[in-house]
């Protein structure tokens, strides 16, 4: 079993929060296409069901053969599973509603927490030169979660700002702090993002100005405002980046990888 933290590879972000709706999948998506626009080699992993990451990515149901359901769970090697989409840089292993079946069937598995963390250190991972990993995570804190957040370096956390916010963040930090104890002690917080900002909206700054207060330094600078661009770019099956590139939720999205990039290097200096 590899460490996960001893790889050279590249650096493996679990993007988790058990609420649905909170901006988990339009944030791995659009922070993968700015990382992928500054010129690095993104892959996103869709583990949802739901498939919404395969879907705002263009990858259409019919074209997802193989997913992280094999991944996970059938000798699969990584090339049938890896697939290119029309965002430069950006590589997908997509997911079907299959997956939903998963997380029970996991559950009798060898190693149950392990399977995607051993998937993604495959030996041939190293040719693909990818610089990060993003893993579109389900809405629970389920055994498909825990694979996500076993696998990765952190855990990016996008928090709607909306009421009752940051209730679900400690039933989070809890499960980290599980996979922690069991599976993984260097497992990091890579940040909290608030998400659906309206800086119109006074319950909007109280949201931010209690994450910061409680959550210090874990939040991240960049805040992702409510744009309707960013809501229309996956019809169109594409990232916001390039759906309309000078959109104010493009522009939040590119800083949040500026932000992100330079934090990782203090980090490694
Ligand atoms: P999750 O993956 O956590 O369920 P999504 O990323 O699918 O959440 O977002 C939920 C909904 O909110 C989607 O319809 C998405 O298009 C919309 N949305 C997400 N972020 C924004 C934003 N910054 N501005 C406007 N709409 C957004
Ligand atoms: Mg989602």
Redesign the pocket.
């Known amino acids: 079993m590899s460490d996960p933290t001893s790889s050279v590879g590249p650096k493996i972000i679990a993007v988790a ?1 058990q609420k ?8 791995t998506i659009n922070l993968g296409a700015a990382l992928a626009e500054q010129g690095l080699n993104i892959l996103i992993v869709d583990l949802d069901p739901q498939g ?1 990451a395969s879907t705002g990515l263009g990858i259409e149901p019919d074209d997802r053969q193989f997913t992280t359901y094999e991944l996970l769970l059938e000798d699969i090697r990584l090339e049938e599973v890896i697939q290119k989409t029309d965002v430069g840089n950006v590589s997908l292993v997509p997911a079907t509603v299959d997956l939903s079946s998963a997380d029970i069937e996991l559950y009798s598995a060898e190693r149950r927490s392990f399977l995607l963390n051993q998937a993604l250190r495959q030996p041939d991972m190293a040719g693909y030169g990818f610089d990060y990993i993003l893993i579109d995570c389900p ?1 629970s804190l389920n055994l498909l979660t825990v694979n996500a957040m076993v696998a990765a370096h952190s855990v990016l956390v ?1 928090l709607q700002s909306e009421f009752f916010a940051l209730e679900g963040l400690s039933q989070l930090m809890l499960t980290v702090r599980e996979v922690r104890q069991s599976a993984h002690p260097d497992l990091r917080i890579e940040g909290v993002v608030l ?2 900002y309206d800086a119109r909206n006074n319950l909007s700054q109280q949201v931010e100005a209690d994450a910061r207060s409680n959550l210090g330094d874990l939040v991240f600078e960049t805040v ?5 661009r ?2 229309e770019a ?1 019809s169109y099956a594409m990232p916001v980046l390039a759906y309309d590139t000078n959109s104010k ?1 493009a522009a939040a999205y590119r800083a949040l990888a500026t932000e992100l990039l330079k934090k990782n290097t203090r980090l490694a200096a």
């Open positions: 929060n649905g709706g909170v901006g988990k999948t339009t944030t919404n809405p996008p998400t659906m992702i405002p409510r744009n309707v960013v809501s996956p939720g």
